[in-house]
Each structure stands twice: as structure tokens, then as C-alpha cells.
């Protein structure tokens, strides 16, 4: 295995020769799906294509699967979980194109040999399009319908109490408003700390956040600076409390619905 | 104003003459978008379609809205909120689908001069499929964009806690494993006792009940019955609290955020 | 058969369990396709809806048919036949939408296991496109080409000479133009008597009535009630007459082809 | 006007200054769509796309109309009018891809300068499919709004008594069934005597002709030969007799609806 | 085979019993794909419709291929290479339109039992587009898979140096800006001299001609009459020297890759 | 201008209001197009997507641009100009949903304000897709026709004589097989000499090299190795000559047509 192991497991990095190898060995891939959106004046655009990627690459550490390359254009952000859309640099694409892009990616990949797909979201709007997609790919073709792919929406969605409490102490205001707040900006201060500004940072949220969305936007959904929570309770200890939940999470899933066949498991870096 | 007052909510069992006094005097439309999906032994296919057009009634009859012809077909039953295609009647439309019929329809409503708008949904797999079809509607054509559209994709997600602890007691298992569950039922045993058969509801739970999806779908992800909680406890009284809520909780969104302008406001029934 | 013959024929009011059986004794399902427009002063917007969903349930009673959810909304009413959409209420969607719901519905009711269905349209302006989604749902997978789909498009489009001579006399004005007038009025007073105001019912016509279609819509192709033909002469008599020879071809039709096998005649109520 | 009168009707035949000459002076343009269908063993495949095409230019002879290219490629035939898919050569598009190119060709006429223009169709199959691309390129941009398009789906439905009657005696079988039967077949011989081959000629029907349509299709609905009429009773004389009446309606309909300005008008040749 | 050699080899000429025959004893079909695009003042706008049908009939004159009705509306003119959109009577079509109009029609070639297909393009931006659409009909159902499609792109690109020499001299321009210029204008006298207007011809060329595209156009990149290159110096004798090594490529080509097998071998004119 | 000149040029590490800043001051956006695709056994999957990045990086270095983030999913490879799908890795997106990713992406940074964006793209295949992307999104809303795109194809295919000699000596083998040649492999030793694997390069090219396209793909059209062309050739030397060049090209273009307007002129790093 002294080839894998030198390489990258990011896709875009390997040589055809090395994916080939990959595919015949039985690896899994996963599908880092992101987006270009706002968070805030003291987090990058970038910030769920980056999350999204650095997850996939640290499950990858632990199993052997290899990650292609990040979709970095999610679906339209939303007022009350991303801001919307009137934020610049927030740059997103319709429905429609986003599953396109995930079919086909998973339909070439499986084409490939690969059979243990998986989808890795971070970015709160995406969700049942990247169901969708995985799901058209699955039925197009009827060699197609080998694989498994297995599909996380919210990979945070379940942290430990104890860290719930670290992170949120008792006023934990709902996942949707986690953006551009204590736990992305935790996790970007321990993963991605020279693109993180916390000067900037400042403790925003909408005037109102119903239950409902409204069209066009109604202002007062919106706060001013993009922040829907308070960044300024970052921390990297809170970081690393909920990255090693949530890597750990992921790995488990994988393990236990994209188990390899005994073949393929003997593969361990 | 006696032409409207005898005539239905129903723009289905309106003349077409009805329509233009409902849109001239600045009445609002409320579009219900359903499902066809199996809801356990016990409950009809149509539940979602005859709570979200019950729904829109129940508001309709305390403002100034009529009501269009429900969308029965929903997006795809997905395996842990709904139980998944598995189960015969879950008859579903693709993503794009849904989104085409729901940005048609709103469109020609807006063409028929109707400028307060709302989508309410009661399918959970539906969601983000019904908000982009607004986007698209409203961005489709110039003289689209007068019009107002409240989105609601989730309207029994915010019951107080003390209706919560009447309908689940202590162990309230999330939302969206309350599919043909407790409140279902129990709103069905209050509002279409005769479609209901209590006899045959079952208290099943899938095998497995992970954060995330798989394709093809684990057979321990699904229960046999279809039903995804305990359907059993589900009481009329219970139906009577939560419908209470939820109705008031779409009459005040609506009041909110489709307030009437002064003009229309006169209208009071 | 005990469960069946208590239950509904409606898929919509049937539970999962139902279907399954009528699907595994080889049960056919019927489709209707209506449209949600203007059809007078006198007639609600639901009237092809109406239509469709009662022809359904009047052939199913005869055969081992169950009923699918009403489409109601067809593609955009025709000036010359429906009046156009210049009417408030009349409420349509695109051709492409119209055939992708038709597509996805025929081929879930595949997927349940129904081989003999059948689509009820009662929408002159849907033509073509009902049929064309029947052909791609048969195409678009392998295994839904076993199924076998008969499209009705006018099924009132063969009444006999003596029932014609009933309705109309000698002016048979064209299928085109019954558009709330003799016949239509006449059903809908057999069958809806509570949704027909022929107190307002008016005898119009279009001032011009070409063999061909322009855009944007004259207005004298249009009559101002939104009647196309003479609804004052509808009597339930003529509903009578006319909808017992228009359930009787629509049983005859399914008998000729979509005839059960052996094994699934058996069933009958 | 002598560059023009010395020109070709045909738009693909003249150069873009004499079409920019053409629509400067507001002349109209005529888009003549047919299939590419079988018409039995003694017509051509391009049957439909010639009889479009003939039409549109003999109505362009007598007002200022060009004739935009033939879109050759028409919807699916339909056994029941057209003998449907199973003879080799008939070669049809998609409903969604015969409305996208009709949309494109006259949104590109219209952006050229063109304010009247006619779909000449041909082909029975191709209705509604070519209203709903009229529609649609109508609506889809603000600038193209400003023309008017006129729409023929069935040039030959009205043909008098006395021609009628010359064609087809008192056996008038219904125009679904006018395929490669009389009238067609006096008509090619009229306007393409060496594309037909009347000793191949054979009377034939389908041994059933119900109202409604069956996929797949059965066998019965469809004659050997593919003739659905008897063409052998063709004659030139009957071409004459139908085609003198087919351009007088053609050219009727154009003066009437869409008459030329007065600056425009001016233009005779 | 004396049914087949006293027809047409024009499908649109032949009935179905000749292509039906043709298809049984292995032919080939050609399909030409061309445009309708301006050609300056001096050639019509069905320049690249004529002589990619002219190829098709010339290659299938040598070998035993029959020829399928033309597309004639081709992809967008591109202002560096067609002179762009803004020249009357060009008349194109969106990229997925022209895309959809020869998957289709490839796809009901093979239907009709045609193994080997061609696309013979003659319009430079039509390139990618129609290699995507056979690649589509490839991949759209599974008995689709048994045929072979050759895509021919540029069918003029590799004229021998000494036509070269011949046409260009010593300053060939690039085959993009080679429209309505020396070959094509050449190859128009040679094989439609009633078309072409060589008194109207002009020497002509953009003001810039850069390696790039702008939108929207700047007027410096097209010339005024909408030649791009110098049709003045074309000449009959250019003309055929073209002609007879582009028809030479053309039959080698599906020779090499289309060769018959031995069975259909034996047809030979 | 403390802020922007301490931050990066690629959009997706900057945060929303950084982008605002360089909107609002009238800067520039280059959007990157690239491809996952073989590039032998010696370069990265990721090549295109590199330099496609790096060129805009480059550029932007010298002028008031952004970089939004790169699109790495490009169109199929085509088997004689980037080996075609066959390789494992080559991972593309069909070219309706290249084209859906370009449209909205740029439409959504002409909402942000940007008024002078460039598409540069690095992947053959790319070409007309990106094109008809740029021109459907400035035909999709009205307001987004303010902006200009230029839209760069090939931006390697203008190089000076001396660095083509330098480059190729004499023996240029075409810009299509220029894949994992010479020039790329000499680009990324420059750029990214970490992912070059040059011990592994080896010198290859298909047997037979065509002037049109097959499918499916003959497997003589396809080299072994995945390099078209001579890549033990490249050196840094070479890499460093053309890089010059295309950057210089790049930054001309930008300059000539997407010069700044006065106000937005004055920033300069």
C-alpha cells in the first residue's frame, strides 16, 4: 500500500492511477457538499466548503476512503439560518442546479467501481436537495444501483450534552441560527485560525425569527452583520470539544452503513 | 358583502366570478401542499393533504383568505420521517416537480391579482422544495414581484411546552418521527374521525434511527407498520390542544407578516 | 373481501395497507386529470376536476378499480375552448409541469405494483400532454414498462346520436366549445346540485370563434360570462342521458383493455 | 421593391439584408412545422413537413410574408392518427423538445424585428405542443411581448360541405384518421406528383379505432400498411378542390388577424 | 435491390416500407446539422444547412447510408466566428434545445434498427453540443447502447496543403472566421450557383478579432456585412478542390469507423 | 484600502464584507472553470482547476479583480483531447449542468454589484457550454444586462512563435492533445512542481488521432497512460516562458475589455 499511503486523499490531488487503485481495492468516497455564503465579518465565504471538506478529510484519516472535490456552490442561502441572499459574496446556485451537480458526480464516480458513496453537507440549505440528488443518481442508470450512498445533512446535529452545555451554556438557540456563531466560529478559530477575524466579531441576531420564512425578505429577519448568534463565545476548546464529536459521529456512521466487505476492509492506514 | 359570506373558502367551489371579488377587494390565497403517503394501518394516505388544507380553512376562517385547491402529490417519502417508498400508496413526485406545480400556481394567483400569498405545508419531506418554488415564482416575471409570499414549511413545530408535555409526556421523540404518531392521530381523530381506525394503530418505532440517510434504503430504517411512534396515545384531547396552537400560530403569521393594507382590511367576516 | 368493500374507493382515504391488497389481487387504478378554471358564473372552478374524479369513481364502482388523488391543475385553459386566462380563478401550470406530474404518478403506481391503470382526463386543453406523460412514464424505467396505461382524453366525446340530439338539438356547437354549457351544466346539476347557481347562468359565446388561435388573446374570442355555449338548457334529464353513456364507454373501454387476468377477475364487489 | 420581388419567399433561401429589408418593412413570417412521419407505402415521410411548408408559401404569395425553415421533426405519432412509432422512419422529438425549438425559432424571429407570425402546422400530433411554445415565447422575455402570433393546429378542419363531400362521400371517417388517406394523398399528388407512388397505394384501417388510446399499443390499433384511410380514391381533382380552400382559410385568417399596419400594408405583389 | 437504388436517399423522401428495408439490410443514416445563419450579403442564410446536407448526400452517394432530414436550426452564431445574434435572419436555438433535437432524433434512428449513425455538422458553434446529444442517445436507454455514432465537428478542418495553398495562399485566417469567406463561398458557387449573389459579395473583416468572446458584443467585433473573411476571391475551381477532399475525408471516415459487416457489405450502388 | 490589500484575492477566504467593499469600489470578478479529469500518471486530476485558478490569481494579481471559488466539476472528457471517461477519476458533470453552475454564478455576482466579470476557463471541453452559460445569464433578468462578461476558452492558444518553438520545436501536435503534454506538464512544475510526479510521466499519444469523434469510444482513439502528448519533454524553463505569456495575454484582455471606469481605476495594489 506504499503508493495510497504517500498520496493525498484528496482526489483532486491523486493521478487517475492512484483513483484507479483506490476503486479496485474497494475504498469509499466522500462528496463534500458546502457553499459560498456570508458568516459574518469575522468568517470567510468559504467557511461550510471548508468545514464540510475538513470533516470528510478526517473520517478519510480513520477509514480508507478518499474525497472528492468540494461542491463549493450550495443552495440560495435563507434569511432566518444563512442571512439570505442579500448579503455580497454570498453566492449560491437554484435547486435544480445543485442536485444536477451532485447526480452527476456521484452517477461518474460510482462509474468509476466505487460502491460505498457518501455525502458530506454543511451548509443547512442544502438539505433534501442533496437527498434528491442521491437518490435520481441511484435510480438513472441501472448499473448505477450497486452502490450505497449514504447521506448526512447535518453532521452536528447531535452532540453530547456536556458539550452542548460547553458550547451553548443553557440558552442553545436552535441549529438553524448556528451560523457564523459560538460553534462554526469555534470550529474555523481550531481548524482554519488565519482566516478567522475575531475582531470583527460581533454578537448580531435577527430582530425577529419566526417559524416561517417570508418572501421578498422582510428586514427585520436579517441581522445587520450576518452574525444570526454570538461569535464572540468562541473558543478553540469549544472547537475541539464538538470537532472530535462530530469526526467521531461520522466515522461511526460510515462503519456501521458503509461497512467494507471483508476483502476491502484489510485496508487500514 | 353578502355574495362571499355564503360562498365557500373553497376557490375550487368558486365561480370564477368569486375569485375576482375575493382578488379586487385584496383577499389573500393560502395554497395547502400535502402528500400521499402511508400513515401506518391506521391513517388515510391523504393525512397531510387534509391537515394542510384543514389547516388553511381553520385560518381562512378567521381572515380575509380563501383557499386553492390543495397539492396532494408531495415530494418523496424519505425512510425516517416517513417511512420511505417502500409502502404501497406512498405515491410522491420528483423535487423538480414539486417545484414546478407550486411556482406555476402562485404565479397565476398573483396573475389573478392576489398579492398576499402563503404556502402551508404539511409534509416534512417537502421542505426547501416549497421555499425555492416561491423564490422561483417571485422572480419569474417582473410583475410577479408585487406579491407577498409567507412560507410555512413546519407549522406544528413550536406547541408550548405544556401542550408538548399533554401530547408526548417526557420522551417527545423529535418531529420528524411524528408521522402517523401521536399529534397526527390525534388531530385526525378530531378533525376526520371517520377515516380514522384506532383498532388497527400500532406502536412500532424503526429498528434504527440514525442523523443521517442511506440509499437504498436499510430495511431497519422502516417499520413495519408505517408507523414511526405510538400512535396509540393519541387522544382527542390532545388533537384539540395542538390543533388550538397551530391554528392560532398560522392566524398571528399571517396577521403578522400578510397584514392587509388599509384598504383591504375592512374585510372582516 | 371484507376489507375492501368497506373501505373506500379513494387511494386518498384508503391507508397503506389497503392499497397493498388491492395492488397484490391485481386491482387497476384510475388517474383523474382535471383542470382548476373558470367555467361561468354558474359552475365552480373544480368542475373538470369534479368531472374527472366522479367518471373515475363511477367506472371504478364497476370494476376492480381503486381512485388515485384528482390532478387539479391542468395545463393553461385555451381561449377558444375554455375562455383563456384572463378569468380570476382559472388556475393553471405549464405543459412541462402538467407532464412531469403525470410521468411521476403513473410510474410510483407502477412501483406499487399496479399493472392496468388508467388516466381520466376532463380537460379539452390536455390533451396531448396527459398522453405524452403516460409514454414517458412507461420509458423512463425498465421495470415500469410492464404496466399498461390507457389515456382517455374526451371521454364525452361519443355520446350517441339520440342523447345528442337530447343535449344540443341541431346545434352541436363542438366539443370545443361545451365548456359550461349544455352538457357540463347538465352533470354538474346531476351530480353537484349544491355547486351550481343556474340562477346566474347566462347564455354567451365568444363574438368570434376561428379554427385557429391567436396570441395575445383577442378579446373577442372571449366571451365576458366565461360561458361558451348555452348553459340555460341544461336540465338534470340531460346530465342523466349523458353521463350513463359517458360511465358506460368508460367501463367498456377498461373491459376491452385492461382486462383483468384470470387471476385478478375474480375480484368483484 | 425589386430586390424582394425577385427573391424567394423562403427565408433560408435569402440573405440577411434582404431579411432585415423584409422586416423593416414590417412584413410577417410564417413557420411552417410537420413531422417526419410515415404516410403509408405510397407518400413520403415528409408528408406533413411539405404540406406545412406548401401551405405557408402559398399563403405568403399573396400578403408579405417570408417562410421561416420547416422544423421537419414533429411530436410522436400516435397510433390512432398517425399509425404511431413502430414504422421505421417515423422520427419524432420529445413534447419538451418540439416546444423548445418552436419557442427559440420565434423568439429569434421576433428579436430580428418580426410583429406577425403564423405556425403553420401540420401535423395532428403536434397540438397544444405548439400553442403552449407560442405561449411561451411570449412570455419569456418583456421585448417579445410586443409581437402577435397566430396559431394554426388544424389548417384543413374546415373544409365545405361540398368538398367534403367530393372527398369522401357520406363516409367522412373523422380528420385523426385523414393520414395518408384521401386527402393527403390528393394533395401530394397535386403538389408533389413525383414523391408519390400510387400503384403501392392500399385502403386499409386499423381493425380498432376506439376514442381513447392504450400504451403500449395494441396491435389492432394500427393497419399494416399505415394508411389509415383509403387513399386509392385520390385524385389531383380532390387536391384542388381542398387545397383552393385549405390557402383561402390560411390566407383569411392572416388578413383578419393579423392585418398589417398601414405603413406596412403598402407592400402587394 | 431495385426498390432501394431508384429512390431517394433523402429519408424524407423515401416511405417507411423503403427505410424499413434500408434499415434491414444494415445501412448507415447520416444526419446533417447545419444553421440558419447569416452568410453576408452574397450567400443565404441556409449556407451550413446546404452543405452539411450536400456532404451527408455526397458521402451516402458512395456508400450505402441514408440521409435524415436536416436540422437547420443550429446553436447561437458566435460574433467571432458567424458574425453573432444581431444580424437579421440568423435564427438559433438555446444550446439545450439543439441538444434535445438530435439526442431525439438519434435515439428514434436506432429505434428503427440503424446500428451506425453520423452526425455530419457544418456549423462552427455547434460544436460540444451535438457530441453531448449523441453521448446522451448513447446513454438514454439501454437497447440504445448496441449502435455507433460517429460525430463529425468540423468536417473542412484538414484540407492538404495544397488546397490550403490553393484557397488561402499564404494567409489562411483561421477556420472560425472561414464563414461566408473563400471556401464556403467556393463551395456555394460549385454546388448552389443560384444562391449566391457574387455581385453582392464584399470583402470584409471585424475590426477586432481577439482570442476571447465579450457579452455583450462590442460592434468591433463584427463586420458590418457580416462577411468575415474575403469572398471575393472565391472561385468554382476552389470550390471543387475543397469539395472533393472534404467528401474524401468524410466517406474514408465512415469507411474506418462505421465499416459495414459483411452481410450489409454487399449493397453497393 | 488597508483592509482589501491585506486580504487575499479568492472571494472564498474573504468574508461578505470585504466583497462589499470591492463591489462597491467597482472591482472585478474572475471565475475560475476547470475539470476533474486524468492528466496522466505523472499530474493531478485537479490540473485544469489549478490553472485555471492560478491565471486568475495571476491576473488579478496585476489588476482590481477577485476570484470567486473555482468550478472543478467541467464537462466530459472527450476521448481525443483529454482521453474521454474511461479513466477512473475523470469526474464531469453533464453540459446542461456545467451551464446551470456558470448561469447562476454569475448571475448571483452581478447581483452583488459586480459589473465586469470574466469566465476563465481551463478545460477544452468547456468550450461553447461556458459561452452559452454567460449568455443565458445575462438574458435571464433584466437588471443583470448591466453587466459585461468576458468569457476565455483557450487562453494558452496564442503564444509567440519563439515559445512555441521553444515549447514544441517543430513538431506542434494541436491544442487538443495538448493534455498532460509538454506545456501543462511544464506549467504545473512551475506552479505546483509538489503534485508533479515526473518520474512517472511517460511519453504517449493514441494510436490514431482522428478529426472526428466516435461513440462509444474506440479504444485505439485512447492512449494507455492518459497523456496525449510528450510531457518527459516539459521543463520549469518552459512552464516559466508560456505562463508569461498567458498571464499577459490574460491581463490584456481584461484591460482592453473590462477596463475600469474612472471611479473604480483608482485602486491599484
Redesign the interface.
Known amino acids: 500500500l506504499a503508493v495510497t499511503s504517500a498520496t493525498s486523499r484528496l482526489?483532486?490531488?491523486?493521478?487517475?492511477?492512484?483513483?484507479?487503485e483506490?476503486?479496485d481495492r474497494g475504498a469509499g468516497v466522500l462528496l463534500p457538499v458546502g457553499s459560498?455564503e456570508?458568516?459574518?465579518?469575522?468568517?470567510?465565504?468559504?467557511t461550510d466548503?471548508l468545514l464540510a471538506r475538513d470533516l470528510a478529510l478526517a473520517a478519510a484519516a480513520e477509514l480508507d476512503f478518499i474525497v472528492?472535490?468540494?461542491?463549493?456552490?450550495g443552495?440560495?442561502s435563507?434569511p432566518l439560518s444563512g442571512g439570505g441572499?442579500g448579503?455580497?459574496?454570498?453566492?449560491?446556485?437554484?435547486?435544480?442546479?445543485l442536485?444536477?451537480?451532485v447526480e452527476?458526480?456521484l452517477g461518474?464516480?460510482i462509474?468509476?467501481?466505487f460502491e460505498r458513496l457518501a455525502v458530506v453537507n454543511w451548509h443547512y440549505?442544502n438539505?433534501?436537495?442533496v437527498?434528491?440528488a442521491?437518490?435520481?443518481a441511484?435510480?438513472a442508470?441501472?448499473q448505477w444501483?450497486r452502490a450505497?450512498?449514504?447521506?448526512?445533512?447535518?453532521?452536528f446535529?447531535?452532540l453530547s450534552a456536556d458539550t452542548m452545555q460547553l458550547l451553548f451554556g443553557d440558552e442553545f438557540p436552535g441549529w438553524d441560527v448556528e451560523h457564523a456563531g459560538i460553534m462554526e466560529t469555534s470550529l474555523m478559530m481550531l481548524l482554519h485560525p488565519d482566516?478567522v477575524?475575531m475582531e470583527?466579531a460581533v454578537d448580531d441576531q435577527s430582530e425577529r425569527h419566526?417559524?416561517?420564512?417570508?418572501?421578498?425578505v422582510?428586514s427585520d429577519f436579517v441581522p445587520e452583520s450576518?452574525c444570526l448568534w454570538r461569535p464572540t463565545q468562541a473558543t478553540v476548546e469549544k472547537g475541539e470539544a464538538a470537532w472530535r464529536e462530530v469526526v467521531a459521529?461520522m466515522v461511526a456512521?460510515l462503519n456501521?452503513?458503509l461497512s467494507t466487505t471483508v476483502d476491502s476492509q484489510r485496508y487500514k492506514d
Do not use: C, S
Open positions: 482526489l483532486e490531488e491523486m493521478t487517475w492511477v492512484e483513483v484507479r483506490a476503486a459560498t456570508q458568516h459574518g465579518p469575522h468568517l470567510p465565504l468559504a466548503a472528492a472535490p468540494t461542491i463549493a456552490y443552495y440560495r435563507r441572499p448579503f455580497q459574496g454570498t453566492t449560491a446556485v437554484r435547486g435544480t442546479t442536485m444536477a451537480v452527476d458526480v461518474q464516480l462509474d468509476d467501481g440549505e438539505q433534501n436537495f437527498y434528491e442521491a437518490h435520481l441511484l435510480e442508470k441501472e444501483r450505497k450512498v449514504l447521506v448526512t445533512e447535518l453532521p446535529g447531535d482566516l477575524h470583527r419566526p417559524w416561517y420564512d417570508v418572501l421578498p422582510p450576518g459521529a456512521a456501521t452503513d
